[in-house]
Each structure stands twice: as C-alpha cells, then as structure tokens.
C-alpha cells in the first residue's frame, strides 16, 4: 500500500474535480479524501495499491473535462489505511 497527496492548481475549482475524483478513486478502489483549498486549490490524498494510486495521479494531473490543471505537486506520505474515499 502507498499513498500520495497532491494538490492541483489552475482552473480546479468549480469543475466538479472534486466530484470526479470521488467516482475515479472508487472505481479504482482508492481510499482517501478530496477538498477545495482557500487558495484556489484542489488537494487530494490516494491511498491504496501502487497501480491504482498512480491511476488516480494521473486523474489529477490533467482532471475533469473542464478542469485546467497548471501544475500537480505530489508527495509520498506514509499510509494511515484510510478506506473509502471522501469529499470534504
């Protein structure tokens, strides 16, 4: 298990990235959390097997239909074995 936190940037909010996030990591069978930022952000944590967890990265990299992400930071944390996957 691995777990990666991202956060995207660009025109992120109000393109239902969160929402679609929410449905890609469940059909990955991902684990973890996605919220708004006060920044103007998109920040998410995967959790879950290698393959999958890469998946969902690459989900953010380039978001929703009509998202533009302008840059993607991510970061390898340590797992806390979060299941099921939220919006906040």
Known sequence: MIRKRVVARGNVQGVFFRDATQREAESAGVGGWVR???DGAV???????EQ????MVEFAR???GRADVDD????????????????R
């Not at 920040?43 to 097997?49: C, I, Y």
Request: net charge negative.
């Open 62 to 64: 380039g978001g929703p």
């Open 36 to 38: 708004n930022r006060s």
């Open 52 to 55: 999958a967890v890469e998946r």
């Open 43 to 49: 920040e998410a944590v995967f959790e879950g097997d």
């Open 72 to 87: 993607l930071e991510v970061v390898d944390e340590e797992p806390e074995g979060l299941s099921g996957f939220d919006v």
